[in-house]
């Protein structure tokens, strides 16, 4: 039998996040697809990529930003994957489907409203696949609690608490990059929390119609520099006079990624990756919160915020019915120094579920390997093909995509004026909304006496009562 033809990949955009990409297709997944080009603004960047393939047997052309559309005819492309700054996502997603090829994007999907309503209309026209790689749909906990809300056990939710902290390496990350200004990434109420109002959606099985916002940039700021003693102060950690005694620096000389992607290449484009995360040029906040309105009526207090001891998040739903608990600490602290701990601790989460008229149930969570909470590796097994049954609708298409930047795309424009609410409505224009297959919080079942054996991932979670479970988990 003749082997199936591989589908022929190019990568637009190759930063950081793109070697995540590259690996798989020169290695673990080479054999799901067949990477033949490479497209970067910065020729030291586009060279370092194509030498980290070759290293693997993998020869690829490359190309300037500005030949785009000239790579994906001369190397017969048949899906781009978009790794460049945000801002740059659209005219490279529109430009993909209207010569005819599929898409797949890191997220967010773009940064603003006509931009979606751009990639959106693009996407219809072409009849095109489009793919938004929401990783975090992926790890074992995050599906554990979708797989929980399907089941009916705490009926419809009808609120949620959502809270997601970074820690000050982390979160300052997002302040010495080209992110710190909104007009490149739509600051972190796209950039960042789109991945957070993705995951409420894609729980909830809706849509946000409303949202109210408030935000602030209360630490990255120059005022918090003086007050640290970080002064006199450069541009950038590198050369800093106040290097030494700041806590939030960035050594690109200690990591040989970092010096090989960024410092080696400055010279091509002027970009440094360790400017001063206190600079009065920064325009994005540390601190944002948010009241989100659900098509379904659900309701949803969020919170965000970027200069915390440590890193995690918790998202409490409330049900009908009962409630289910999602709490992960991704880092306990950071040093005092503001390095990180190494070896690194693990990365430890819960999920509890407690129906109504019952203690609590502190469910079994499958084991994780890799970075995202093991959800990068999953998500790529979906993504190139390995696994095909999803029960849980996982793969985000360009509405997915829509509706979770929409919502940060909202909440700025909500800050903007003064805290008014936000129609998301009006900002989405005719863009559809997406419609779930499943139920999202199953089938509507009688008010009948609970039966755990009703749910099978019930099975080997720890049953106790919420003091016990409590104590346990903390230790005490």
């Known amino acids: 039998m003749p082997q199936p033809v591989k589908p022929r990949y190019a990568i637009v955009g190759v930063g950081g996040r793109a070697y995540l990409y590259l690996e798989a297709l020169s290695r673990a997944h080479a054999g799901a697809g067949e990477l033949v080009a490479l497209c970067d603004s910065n020729p030291g960047r586009l060279a370092r990529a194509a030498g980290y393939v070759a290293d693997a047997g ?42 005819g090829r599929d898409v797949v994007t890191e997220k967010p999907l773009t940064v603003d409203a006509d931009s979606c309503r751009r990639i959106a209309a693009a996407r219809t026209r072409s009849g095109r696949a489009l793919r938004v790689t929401f990783n975090y749909r992926y790890s074992p906990p995050r599906t554990l609690v979708k797989q929980a809300l399907m089941s009916g056990i705490i009926g419809r939710v009808r609120a949620v608490n959502f809270e997601w902290q970074l820690d000050t390496h982390h979160g300052a990350d997002y302040f010495r990059r080209w992110h710190r200004n909104k007009a490149n990434s739509g600051g972190l109420f796209v950039h960042k929390a789109t991945h957070h109002f993705d995951l409420l959606n894609w729980w909830l099985g809706s849509t946000v119609t409303r949202v109210r916002a408030t935000g602030e940039r209360g630490f990255y700021r120059p005022e918090t520099a003086d007050a640290l003693g970080l002064a006199p102060r450069g541009e950038r950690c590198t050369g800093c006079p106040a290097f030494d005694r700041c806590r939030v620096r960035l050594d690109l000389s200690r990591s040989r990624a ?62 009908e019915r009962g409630l289910i608990t999602l709490e992960t600490t991704e880092r306990s602290y950071v040093r005092e120094d503001g390095g990180l701990v190494r070896p690194a601790l693990p990365e430890t989460s819960s999920v509890v579920v407690q129906p109504l008229f019952s203690p609590p149930f502190d469910l079994a969570i499958p084991a994780a390997v890799g970075d995202h909470g093991g959800g990068d590796a999953v998500m790529l097994q979906h993504l190139f093909g390995e696994i095909a049954d999803d029960p849980y609708e996982r793969a985000a298409d360009e509405l997915a995509g829509v509706w979770a930047a929409m919502v940060g795309i909202g909440a700025n424009a909500s800050i903007a004026a003064g805290g008014e609410a936000v129609e998301l409505s009006d900002l989405a224009g005719d863009i559809p909304r997406p419609s779930p297959r499943a139920p999202p919080f199953g089938a509507i079942h009688p008010w009948t006496q609970f039966n755990a054996g009703d749910y099978p991932f019930l099975a080997g979670a720890a049953r106790e009562d919420a003091g016990s479970a409590w104590l346990r988990r903390h230790g005490v």
């Open 58 to 99: 993998v020869q690829v052309a490359t190309y300037r930003a500005d030949l785009f559309a000239q790579m994906l005819a001369d190397a017969a492309v048949d899906r781009v994957i978009v790794t460049s700054p945000d801002y740059t996502h659209a005219r490279y997603i529109t430009a993909a489907l209207e010569a």
């Open 258 to 319: 970092l010096t090989g992607l960024y410092a080696d290449n400055e010279g091509h484009d002027g970009y440094y990756r360790d400017r001063c995360v206190f600079s009065p040029d920064i325009d994005i906040e540390d601190t944002m919160a948010a009241a989100l309105t659900y098509e379904n009526g659900a309701v949803v207090n969020y919170l965000l915020t970027a200069n915390n001891p440590r890193e995690g998040y918790r998202a409490v739903f409330h049900g």
